[in-house]
Nanobody, 120 residues
Framework: QVQLVESGGGLVQPGGSLRLSCTAS????????MGWYRQAPGKERELVAG???????HYADSVKGRFTISRDNTKNTVYLQMGSLKPEDTAVYYC??????????????WGQGTQVTVSS
């Protein structure tokens, strides 16, 4: 069984910063792509940023230059450093990872989500 546990969400003022973390645990053979998605009330879930095992990254246009995704493969952890936050960044942020378990093909796993609220 695999768990993705996120942390670091909260309330922040516009222009502020937050750092999200997500750690995968379980009988993991390897983790390939990891990413962060978000879902605002009344909207569909959208990709925020992704990172390959080798460290290649991509971002949604709305967060380029403000957010940075990184990962520590030794800790099975992915991070999202968010800066210059705007009210429109308010959403539940979800971690996602493509994980290989023993005797199993690669599968897509999700965290439970962490709330980020940007408000004065």
């Amino acid at each position: 069984q695999v768990q993705l546990v996120e942390s670091g969400g909260g309330l922040v003022q516009p222009g502020g910063s937050l750092r999200l973390s997500c750690t995968a645990s379980g009988r993991i053979i390897s983790i390939n792509d990891m990413g962060w998605y978000r879902q605002a009330p009344g909207k569909e879930r959208e990709l925020v940023a992704g990172i390959t095992r080798g460290g290649s990254t991509h971002y949604a246009d709305s967060v380029k230059g403000r957010f940075t995704i990184s990962r520590d493969n030794t800790k099975n952890t992915v991070y999202l450093q968010m800066g210059s936050l705007k009210p429109e960044d308010t959403a539940v942020y979800y971690c996602n990872a493509d994980i290989v378990l023993p005797f199993s093909s690669m599968r897509d796993y999700w965290g439970q989500g962490t709330q980020v609220t940007v408000s004065s």
